[in-house]
């Protein structure tokens, strides 16, 4: 087990058993990123197995192989932790690794599958986590200078503690932005975080290494969370479904001044491995006072009978919400993937939903937000911020209560009396997840949209159909389509009413088999 490294970003020490992998980028990244990928993802050219390997098995046909001794939660646990050593840790995907921890919750689970007690469906199933969320035995740094010596976390965030209590082993916790600020995944900490199918582009954000892990392969499951996007924008860049389940659906610990904006939610690379997951998360938990009850339903077997689930509901499609921003490419990706799902049967009428420009209100609210949850830092700690997210912070801080509450309330009733037209006569709503696709890694907006950093455009210019439904509280699920002609992949969203989970994944489903027809 290499120890190399730990001391990059100061944690403090620990016991040997408990010696982890703080990941920076470094030359072997840099000579990565001077070769542009073809259109598939990095894992077909990591010097390991490739999409065919166990580490890409979905989470029932892992659990069938080790239910019939073909192969055991170890064996899975090799192959993962050869693509986290190598392709995951140059794209700056992985922030710790737990070896030893994994090894030893694999070969439990090894041992209970022999003995016919596993302890359910996720059973040595191998799983990340993104960093700001609590993982027992591990430190939270959350992509900060501020937190580089963060002791080992002494409990799991609910989510965390559903998946152990099933079983699934927690590989690696996985890179973020600094507090989460971004919709890229870049930090002082681990540097910049690297797409998938391309290393000159960025992963997104701000659950980008989830992201990466997942599309390569490193974990059946990366648990992330978003706040305005954070799972289903790094999904749509890298070619992997991610899902935003209704607001408390998933138990959280309370977020602070990020209130109901922040969901947890799985990235996966199927719909029915997603739907799986949140069979595991929706419990509540006490820790939570927003939590919902247990769901009365199995996502999984709504997903396994899409076809007649979704027979009587009203569909709808809009290019763009109204924002024309979203490139030809994009769109035309989009068009063919609901052009594939008319023609297996599924009705879906074109909309007119137009949402109103809302950029400054979110600007307001988001720098806001961050202000509140950095308000005890000193000058000197403000200055070792990254400078987008400072920049946030000093904005935020010139807001009034009386602004801050203004934006808010404008932002929130901007996007509720658009959509709840549209629900009146619909049950989903099809989007495009992103107006782009992919841009070059480093940036924090499409090179079009600015300089270097920019100018005045921020990450919420190009995320307008992400964030409204946080504001809402709605489901929302990014699933791959197809790539562009860049080779890059796009998503398409299926948003679903409040409390209707199983609507969004039964859609994404038909959609997933629809695009399988073309190729995808």
């Not at 308000?375 to 801050?404: C, I, K, M, N, Y």
Request: aromatic share 4%; hydrophobic share 40%.
């Amino acid at each position: 087990m290499r120890t190399g490294g730990r001391e990059r970003i100061g944690c403090s020490p620990r016991p040997r058993d408990l010696i982890r992998h703080p990941v920076r980028g470094g030359e072997r990244l840099r000579r990565a990123s001077r070769a542009r990928h073809r259109p598939r993802p990095a894992t077909a050219r990591s010097g390991h197995s490739g999409p065919d390997g166990l580490g890409f098995l979905p989470v029932r046909a892992l659990c069938a192989g080790f239910a019939a001794g073909t192969f055991t939660p170890l064996d899975v646990l090799e192959e993962v932790l050869g693509r986290a050593r190598g392709v995951a840790r140059d794209l700056g995907a992985i922030s710790f690794l737990d070896e030893g921890g994994a090894v030893e919750q694999a070969r439990a689970s090894t041992l209970r599958w022999r003995q016919g007690h596993q302890l359910g469906p996720f059973d040595g199933v191998p799983v990340t986590v993104k960093d700001s969320l609590a993982v027992r035995g591990l430190p939270s740094v959350r992509g900060s200078l501020l937190r580089r010596d963060a002791p080992p976390e002494d409990t799991d965030e609910p989510a965390v503690a559903r998946l152990r209590e099933a079983g699934a082993v927690i590989v690696a916790k996985t890179t973020m932005p600094e507090f989460a600020w971004s919709a890229v995944s870049d930090s002082p900490v681990w540097g910049v975080v690297r797409n998938a199918w391309d290393p000159t582009r960025t992963a997104g954000g701000s659950s980008g290494g989830a992201a990466v892990a997942t599309a390569l392969g490193v974990g059946t499951v990366g648990l992330g969370s978003d706040g305005a996007g954070s799972v289903r924008i790094p999904a749509s860049f890298n070619g992997v479904v991610g899902l935003k389940a209704t607001y408390g659906r998933i138990p959280a610990t309370p977020s602070g001044a990020f209130g109901r904006l922040a969901h947890i939610g799985p990235l996966t690379r199927t719909v029915e491995d997603a739907a799986l997951t949140l069979d595991v998360l929706a419990r509540p938990d006490p820790r939570d006072p927003d939590a919902l009850d247990a769901p009365r339903i199995s996502y999984a077997q709504v997903v396994d009978r899409a076809e007649a689930f979704t027979h009587a509901l009203r569909i709808g499609f809009s290019p763009d919400l109204g924002s024309g921003i979203v490139d030809e490419g994009v769109a035309e990706v989009v068009r063919s993937a609901v052009d594939a799902l008319t023609g297996a049967g599924v009705r879906v009428s074109g909309v007119r939903v137009e949402l109103p420009d809302l950029g400054a209100e979110m600007v307001d609210l988001w720098s806001g937000v961050l202000a509140a949850e950095l308000a005890d830092l000193d000058a000197g700690e403000e200055a070792q911020l990254s400078p987008g997210l400072r920049a946030a912070v000093v904005h935020g801080g010139t807001l009034s209560a009386t602004d801050f509450l203004r934006a808010s309330t404008r932002a929130r009733e901007g996007v509720a009396g658009p959509l709840a037209d549209f629900h009146a006569d619909h049950d989903v709503l099809l989007t495009p997840t992103l107006p782009v696709t992919a841009f070059g890694a480093g940036r924090q907006v499409p090179d079009r949209w600015g300089g270097a950093d920019g100018g005045e455009r921020t990450w919420m210019s190009w995320t307008p159909l992400t964030w409204p439904f946080n504001l809402t509280g709605q489901p929302a699920v990014s699933v791959p389509v197809g790539v562009d002609g860049d080779g890059l992949p796009v998503g398409v969203q299926v948003v679903a009413r409040h409390g209707h989970d199983e609507d969004a994944l039964a859609v994404a489903a038909l959609l997933e088999r629809a695009v399988a027809g073309l190729g995808v």
